[in-house]
């Protein structure tokens, strides 16, 4: 009897997220259209409505048009019902947003950050600006979710420590999620940036109906991808799934931080394309007293996406060679996950529509994708928002996902 009670609280908890989801996923909808989605009976849709509008999780909107009879009642997620703060921790800058129950950004602030100054007066600076973005909300502790951090990798699942990540050098073995949760008197969740990035996207970005995501977020120091099934990030063994930054590309490549050689980070990131262009203007003098470049340390990524821009021809070839391995590597994709929708991220790719649109070409130009012309590719209108708001998907889908 007992284990029979236990299951029907399972069943009516999977339920409510289920209603709850498909509320989140389509706004104003009446209850005789979620039970026609859902394929229940319409009183069991509205005893479970009903319950979740006493909890304060949902609340009705107003009437729909009438095709005769009583108009149908709408319904919408309260996005009173709760808090969430949203934190995305690099190795230069701290972003940290408060939304409401539906997302709505409420407090918005990022601050510089200096990895060198050690892992408690980092981990400090986390905890002081969540501590004043809560405080600018408005919003009383109490009425907050949980706060979900989104940083670098390694990082493992079981114990909730960051491993030694190669970016942040001296935290290995970092209990940054009982750190944080500790100071803050909260519940905590972490995630890496990439897998938090496809999170967010699914959720609040144009993804939302895609079964299969892929997600590559091209920085100017390194890339990452990921993968969502069925709104899931799929992680593999130890976490280590779908790290497409350390594909091979060039075997004969440069040395990856990974001890590897020729991973595609190494050969066409936001630093090796610079690094590239660097190499490529020291053999050229004629080219770079043309751009007036006297001390080849000052031509950086901005110099190099400007020129592009421009129609410089040799930075637009820069672009087109880090573009080429890209699409290769997402062709590699398709052929091993077979994704329906694939999006790209991240600060390289974000400021520079050229890579965004070579990527797109090289990827479609290639023979296999002929064979699947509805996969979905594009750029991340969300920006760099994208990796907080993954913070802010991680604790809103314990009350949405089954």
């Not at 808090?83 to 950004?105: E, M, P, W």
């Amino acid at each position: 009897m007992a284990t029979r009670n236990i299951n029907n609280e399972i069943m009516k908890e999977n339920n409510s997220k289920l209603v709850m989801d498909v509320i989140r996923r389509r706004k104003n909808i009446s209850r005789t259209e979620l039970a026609k989605r859902i394929g229940m009976t319409q009183a069991s849709v509205t005893n479970i409505v009903n319950n979740l509008i006493q909890r304060g999780f949902l609340i009705e909107t107003g009437e729909a048009e009438s095709n005769g009879g009583r108009r149908p009642i709408l319904l919408d997620i309260n996005p009173n019902a709760g808090y969430v703060v949203g934190i995305n921790l690099t190795a230069t800058a701290l972003y940290c947003i408060v939304t409401d129950f539906s997302a709505n950004i409420l407090v918005s602030e990022n601050e510089e950050v200096d990895v060198e100054r050690g892992v408690h007066a980092i981990l400090g600076q986390v905890i002081e600006l969540a501590k004043r973005c809560i405080a600018a909300s408005g919003v009383s502790k109490d009425r907050i979710l949980g706060v979900g951090i989104v940083s670098a990798g390694p990082y493992d699942y079981e114990s909730g420590v960051m491993i030694n990540p190669p970016n942040f050098k001296g935290w290995d073995n970092v209990h940054i999620k009982e750190i944080i949760s500790s100071a803050l008197e909260l519940p905590v969740l972490f995630e890496k940036e990439t897998p938090a990035a496809a999170l967010a996207e699914y959720w609040f970005g144009d993804a939302s109906r895609a079964r299969s995501l892929f997600l590559i977020s091209i920085f100017d120091v390194g890339i990452g991808g990921s993968l969502v099934l069925d709104g899931r990030v799929y992680h593999g063994f130890k976490g280590g799934a779908a790290e497409i930054g350390h594909m091979t590309i060039d075997p004969a490549g440069k040395q990856c931080a990974c001890g590897n050689f020729g991973c595609l980070e190494t050969m066409a990131d936001g630093r090796a394309t610079t690094e590239h262009y660097r190499r490529t203007l020291k053999l050229d003098h004629l080219e770079m007293q043309k751009l007036g470049v006297d001390d080849i340390s000052k031509v950086d990524l901005h110099f190099l996406q400007q020129r592009a821009a421009q129609g410089d021809e040799l930075c637009v070839r820069e672009l087109e060679r880090s573009a080429n391995y890209i699409g290769i590597a997402l062709q590699n994709v398709i052929q091993m996950y077979s994704p329906d929708t694939i999006v790209m991220s991240g600060e390289f790719v974000d400021n520079s529509n050229l890579l965004s649109e070579r990527i797109i070409r090289t990827v479609k130009g290639r023979h296999y994708f002929s064979h699947m012309p509805e996969i979905k590719i594009y750029r991340s209108r969300l920006g760099a928002t994208i990796f907080p708001l993954g913070g802010v998907a991680l604790v809103l889908q314990k009350y949405f996902n089954m």
